[in-house]
């Protein structure tokens, strides 16, 4: 069976590089929506199983799962030499 890498953290650890609380929850379904700007969420629909794992699925605690990422283009100094201005803005 293959894994789904979505695991459930207690609300108070600090330590997200084992696999958590129960273990691979592999949901029936999991759907991941962003909103420009705005929030990121995870939807999962969790089998009812006989260790009970659905249980660690609740308010506090983190889930990790792997979800995509846009990447920014590279901007490089060469693409700025012959330009008359250059603005650089850091957060």
Not at 2 to 29: C, I, R, W
Not at 57 to 86: F, H, L, M, W
Request: charged fraction near 25%; proline fraction near 5%; glycine fraction near 6%.
């Amino acid at each position: 069976m293959e894994k789904s890498g979505v695991y459930v953290y207690a609300h108070d650890t600090n330590d997200f590089s084992n696999t958590g609380l129960v273990g691979d929850l592999m949901p029936f379904q999991a759907v991941f929506k962003e909103e420009k700007n705005g929030i990121s969420q995870i939807t999962l629909r969790v089998p009812y199983d006989q260790y009970k794992r659905w249980q660690a699925c609740k308010v506090g605690n983190y889930i990790k799962a792997r979800v995509p990422v846009r990447v920014p283009p590279v901007v490089s100094e060469d693409q700025y030499a012959n330009s008359t201005e250059v603005y650089r803005y850091q957060e």
